[in-house]
């Protein structure tokens, strides 16, 4: 039986809902679900939106394009993604430079969304894999302008540290490499920055599949981002659904606490009383 | 006159305001940005703003991306 003289009002209510809400909040802000997801990579923007739905995420990326000023009968994704009913994420995909970076972040924040930014600085092509040094200077130059810098990073605890030091309020390391599907990759590299970095731990990049997804929260991050696992999937609505339970079930393990791993069997039964 | 949007040459009238630009171009003026030879133009100086002849003109928006969305080199912004 709980205690309840010995709880506060809002653990009582807490109690009573049944539910303990597990937030996760950066910079202030407070989201329920644990998946992020991205927008790109989908047939059109009804089954974007529908996936999106399923997946049950509150926070959603979105790159930062010219319009195509010869097609104008282009529909916009943010009719689809209320951008009252979801944090918008715009993400600098596609810099390659600090310069760039910069640039697409100050544009993003002009479109009046949002002052986060998912900060991504490309070291080349193939592997898009971060720059990790265009990523800490241009990450300590927008926080100095007041954004909210969410860096998309090697799993690598030292540059994670160095983000943490010029004040981004959550780091992003990847699994693997985007679109890759191969799942975490360096599982004690991750579990090192988990252990090491104090702020939220967001992984992006690299997920194939639920359980992927679960282990990643399993080790304790704090959320996981995607897009191709769930926009490339057959079903990507399914797939969307599949992800959703994968974290919360991830969350929720670790939040348990798993048993220890044993070398020899322990009976689950009782001993028999003979 | 001429200016230039997004890599496309333009012929506009002179004295073309940046919101009459965009009106010419059909876009609904939600969540879209303009860069004006580099420099952001803030939305509440679309109707103000007035374009001049051999301006280089940006105009931006969201679209569906992710951290798996791979960018060719050639095709950013």
Same mark, same amino acid.
């Given at each position: 039986?709980?205690?309840?003289?010995?709880?506060?009002l809002?653990?009582?209510a807490?109690?009573?809902a049944?539910v303990?809400?597990?937030?996760?909040?950066?910079?202030?802000?407070e989201?329920?679900?644990?998946?992020?997801?991205g927008?790109?990579?989908?047939k !059109?923007?009804?089954?974007?939106?529908?996936?999106i739905?399923?997946?049950?995420?509150e926070?959603v990326?979105v790159?930062v394009?010219?319009v195509?000023?010869?097609?104008?009968?282009?529909e916009n994704?943010l009719?689809?993604?209320?951008?009252?009913?979801?944090?918008i994420l715009?993400?600098t995909?596609?810099?390659?430079?600090?310069?760039?970076?910069?640039?697409?972040?100050?544009?993003?924040?002009?479109?009046?969304?949002? !002052?986060m930014?998912?900060?991504?600085?490309?070291g080349?092509?193939?592997?898009?894999f +971060?720059?990790?040094?265009?990523l800490i200077e241009?990450?300590?130059?927008l926080?100095?302008?007041?954004?909210?810098?969410?860096?998309?990073?090697?799993d690598?605890?030292?540059?994670?540290? *160095?983000?943490?030091?010029?004040?981004?309020?959550?780091?992003? +390391?990847l699994a693997?490499?985007?679109?890759s599907?191969?799942?975490?990759?360096?599982?004690?590299?991750?579990?090192i920055?988990l252990?090491?970095?104090?702020?939220?731990?967001?992984?992006?990049?690299g997920v194939g599949?639920?359980?992927?997804?679960?282990?990643?929260?399993?080790?304790?991050?704090?959320?996981?981002?995607?897009n191709?696992?769930?926009?490339?999937? *057959?079903?990507?609505? *399914?797939m969307?659904?599949?992800?959703?339970?994968?974290?919360?079930?991830?969350?929720?393990?670790?939040?348990?606490?798993?048993? +220890?791993?044993?070398?020899?069997?322990?009976?689950?039964?009782?001993?028999p009383?003979? | 006159?001429?200016i230039?949007?997004?890599?496309?040459p333009?012929?506009v009238?002179?004295?073309l305001?940046?919101?009459g630009l965009?009106?010419q171009?059909?876009l609904?003026?939600?969540?879209?940005?303009?860069?004006r030879?580099?420099?952001?133009i803030?939305?509440?100086?679309?109707d103000?703003?007035?374009?001049a002849?051999?301006? =280089?003109v940006?105009?931006?928006?969201?679209?569906?991306?992710?951290c798996?969305?791979?960018?060719p080199?050639?095709? =950013?912004?």
């Amino acid at each position: 039986m709980i205690d309840v003289k010995n709880t506060t009002l809002e653990e009582q209510a807490k109690i009573s809902a049944g539910v303990d809400p597990d937030l996760l909040v950066i910079a202030g802000m407070e989201f329920k679900s644990r998946l992020w997801v991205g927008t790109g990579k989908y047939k !059109d923007f009804r089954e974007t939106k529908q996936a999106i739905e399923a997946s049950g995420a509150e926070v959603v990326t979105v790159a930062v394009r010219r319009v195509n000023i010869t097609d104008r009968g282009q529909e916009n994704l943010l009719d689809y993604i209320d951008p009252k009913k979801y944090y918008i994420l715009p993400n600098t995909a596609g810099c390659y430079t600090v310069e760039d970076a910069l640039r697409v972040s100050r544009l993003a924040r002009t479109a009046g969304i949002s !002052d986060m930014v998912k900060l991504e600085v490309i070291g080349d092509e193939q592997t898009l894999f +971060p720059d990790t040094e265009g990523l800490i200077e241009a990450a300590r130059i927008l926080v100095k302008e007041g954004f909210i810098v969410l860096p998309y990073t090697n799993d690598d605890p030292i540059v994670a540290r *160095k983000l943490v030091d010029v004040g981004c309020p959550a780091v992003m +390391p990847l699994a693997a490499p985007i679109g890759s599907g191969l799942g975490i990759r360096n599982p004690y590299t991750l579990r090192i920055i988990l252990e090491t970095i104090k702020v939220p731990v967001i992984v992006d990049a690299g997920v194939g599949i639920a359980s992927d997804a679960a282990l990643a929260m399993e080790y304790g991050s704090d959320a996981v981002l995607m897009n191709t696992a769930i926009a490339g999937a *057959k079903d990507p609505v *399914k797939m969307a659904r599949a992800m959703n339970y994968g974290v919360q079930a991830g969350r929720l393990a670790y939040l348990a606490g798993r048993i +220890p791993k044993k070398l020899y069997a322990t009976a689950s039964s009782p001993e028999p009383d003979l | 006159m001429d200016i230039v949007v997004n890599d496309e040459p333009c012929q506009v009238d002179e004295g073309l305001l940046v919101s009459g630009l965009l009106a010419q171009l059909g876009l609904s003026l939600r969540y879209l940005v303009v860069e004006r030879n580099r420099v952001i133009i803030p939305h509440d100086a679309f109707d103000t703003t007035v374009l001049a002849a051999d301006d =280089r003109v940006e105009v931006i928006r969201f679209i569906g991306g992710g951290c798996d969305q791979y960018t060719p080199h050639n095709s =950013r912004i």
